[in-house]
T-cell receptor, first 112, second 113 residues
Framework: AQSVTQLGSHVSVSEGALVLLRCNYSSSVPPYLFWYVQYPNQGLQLLLKYTTGATLVKGINGFEAEFKKSETSFHLTKPSAHMSDAAEYFCAVSAAGNKLTFGGGTRVLVKP | SQTIHQWPATLVQPVGSPLSLECTVEGTSNPNLYWYRQAAGRGLQLLFYSVGIGQISSEVPQNLSASRPQDRQFILSSKKLLLSDSGFYLC????????????FGPGTRLTVL
């Protein structure tokens, strides 16, 4: 069985400040890890994913995430928040069976 | 390139009425297809997935059903809607392995009154 925990259902950051969204997972097999972003009333868009290889993964819109096996974490960061980053972010894990398990999501508010 | 469509975009239905939501994918063959629901405060819930025509796996027992009559068509149905069926329904497709990205459609907002 696999599971994903996202710490903090809401995060508020100032424009230009660091964005840090936390994700911890559990998986009985080596996981594939994903971060998605969802804007209001839209579908989910892939930000980045980790499958194998380099543990620091760069994605779209200046986001990156680091896979840390020892900590079972895959935290998402962006050095400088922009107003357009206001959205909901989902971490997900995929192991066997071609299915994704999602965390509960973190809604990001960006203050001017 | 691949494209995923969902319709309708929004739907308001009375309790007890039937439901049919459609999802189609273009630009790929034999995709895995998925139906999710987002309800307020409940995150993303996988409802059904399909690895081929006529092959449907149900993740959550409920009054919904899914069908895949064609390779790139996935339909979500109900004979009688409940208030608890309200939510945002998302269809997704993936190429077929655990490492593959799932690509999501634009979603259908369903309100049951």
């Amino acid at each position: 069985a696999q599971s994903v925990t996202q710490l903090g259902s809401h995060v508020s950051v100032s424009e230009g400040a660091l964005v840090l969204l936390r994700c911890n997972y559990s998986s009985s097999v080596p996981p594939y890890l994903f971060w998605y972003v969802q804007y209001p009333n839209q579908g989910l868009q892939l930000l980045l994913k980790y499958t194998t290889g380099a543990t620091l993964v760069k994605g779209i819109n200046g986001f990156e995430a680091e896979f840390k096996k020892s900590e079972t974490s895959f935290h998402l960061t962006k050095p400088s928040a922009h107003m357009s980053d206001a959205a909901e972010y989902f971490c997900a894990v995929s192991a066997a069976g071609n299915k994704l398990t999602f965390g509960g999501g973190t809604r990001v508010l960006v203050k001017p | 390139s691949q494209t995923i469509h969902q319709w309708p975009a929004t739907l308001v239905q009375p309790v007890g009425s039937p439901l049919s939501l459609e999802c189609t994918v273009e630009g790929t063959s034999n995709p895995n297809l998925y139906w999710y629901r987002q309800a307020a405060g409940r995150g993303l819930q996988l409802l059904f997935y399909s690895v081929g025509i006529g092959q449907i796996s149900s993740e959550v027992p409920q009054n919904l059903s899914a069908s895949r009559p064609q390779d790139r068509q996935f339909i979500l149905s109900s004979k009688k809607l409940l208030l608890s069926d309200s939510g945002f329904y998302l269809c997704a497709w993936a190429a077929g392995t655990s490492a593959d990205t799932q690509y999501f459609g634009p979603g259908t907002r369903l309100t049951v009154l």
